[in-house]
């Protein structure tokens, strides 16, 4: 094993996150950062996932690294821009810039992938969801990429032949330890990845998945992600669905639709298919599996459907 290829990325995730979280700190509190430094928790910097991108653009493979590298630069423009609209319109610039560098994603990455690109730009929407509590994105990245570590050493899937010039356990194991080596602060809630760390995570996580079995281990280890995720955000989900969608009695189809579709680009996609309606839901199975979530429209004008009038309505937001 070439443990140069592993430990000098976690050392360097290690401490430049520490180093940058001090500096930009210091700048933040001066207000030179904008919409870097944000006042939750007294003082956070966003976008410290600027170090785990950084390191991953530069040790994944050759060609495989400039995805990262292109949904990583339309993420960081939309942590400097915030959540600005475009003119009149409900539409944000931080949307379309992930829109935009999500196409990008799948159209350089086809041809590399096939159609495991399109399923690996779409991870972005369930990674950036679970990135809305401290902690939350980098232990399902440590988790889902100890799981393919483990499903490629057990297979035997993944030799040298899949990369040229790499043991492509090793590419999973490199981002293990790169979100390991940035998680300490994370979960502590002293710092946010920003847009530009949970996409490029997402977007290397995905890769990983690729190398364990093509299109068909890419989707698997995709829904595994996403039920995940809505397992970890259940809780404050919950509470979301009660206070903002009156939402009451979710099933777990309703938690896994919000991490699968939830969030302003979903929103910006149902405005298009649905415009102002807002369809009910009344099919037993089709509640279970979580179409009442799939199917609420915040543009309709009914915003305030009422699914379940006896829950709470003081729960806690999203966040």
């Known amino acids: ?188 809630g002293k710092i946010m990845l920003g847009e530009i760390g949970n996409h490029s995570l997402a977007v290397a996580l995905g890769i990983c998945f690729y190398f364990t079995g093509g299109f068909w281990g890419t989707f698997a280890l995709f829904i595994v992600t996403t039920i995940l995720i809505a397992r970890v955000r259940k809780n404050n989900l919950r509470k979301f669905f009660a206070r903002k969608l009156n939402l009451g009695n979710p099933t777990f189809g309703d938690y896994f639709m919000d991490v699968l579709t939830g969030g302003g680009l979903g929103d910006f996609f149902r405005k298009l298919i649905f415009g102002k309606k807002q369809y009910s839901v009344k099919n037993r199975f089709l509640i279970v599996l979580g179409f009442r979530r799939l199917m609420y429209n915040p543009f309709a004008y009914r915003t305030q459907h009422i699914y379940n009038k006896y829950q709470a309505i003081n729960d806690l937001e999203r966040f």
């Open 1 to 188: 094993m070439n443990y140069e290829y592993i430990l000098i990325p976690f050392a360097v995730s290690f401490f430049f996150t520490i180093i940058l979280n001090i500096v930009f700190r210091l700048l933040g509190k001066k207000g030179y950062l904008g919409n870097l430094y944000t006042n939750v928790r007294g003082g956070t910097p966003r976008a410290l996932g600027i170090v785990p991108f950084i390191i991953l653009s530069f040790y994944f493979p050759t060609g495989f690294n400039d995805m990262i590298l292109i949904i990583g630069l339309f993420a960081f423009f939309d942590d400097l821009i915030g959540r600005r609209t475009i003119g009149k319109s409900s539409i944000e610039w931080g949307q379309l810039s992930r829109g935009i560098g999500m196409l990008a994603v799948m159209i350089f990455g086809f041809p590399i992938l096939g159609y495991s690109a399109i399923l690996i730009a779409l991870l972005v929407q369930p990674i950036n969801i679970s990135d809305m509590q401290p902690g939350s994105t980098s232990i399902v990245v440590i988790i889902m990429s100890s799981l393919v570590v483990l499903i490629m050493i057990l297979l035997n899937v993944g030799s040298i032949d899949t990369i040229p010039g790499y043991d492509a356990f090793l590419v999973p194991l490199l981002l293990l330890v790169v979100c390991i080596g940035y998680s300490p602060l994370d979960f502590a």
